[in-house]
């Protein structure tokens, strides 16, 4: 399932990102790599609040769309 329908507070593992090789390298170097835990803090106008590690990320959904839990 895309991350946009994971719910705030939840906590999802990355298990697949689509797209092409420049976005998937663009996700990873954000912190978004396969395997690891991102909790959604909030859902904002169609944006997702990410927390990743250490760092809270803004992804639009059709990024956040490429990302499958």
């Not at 909790?39 to 904002?44: Q, R």
């Amino acid at each position: 399932m895309p991350l946009i329908l994971a719910q705030p507070g939840e906590t999802v593992i990355i298990r697949k990102i689509t797209g092409k090789d420049s976005i998937r390298q663009h996700l990873a170097e954000l912190g978004f790599v396969v395997d690891s835990p991102v909790t959604v803090v909030s859902a904002l106008g169609g944006s997702l609040i990410l927390q990743v590690r250490d760092s809270r990320i803004a992804l639009d959904k059709t990024m956040a769309g490429r990302i499958m839990f």
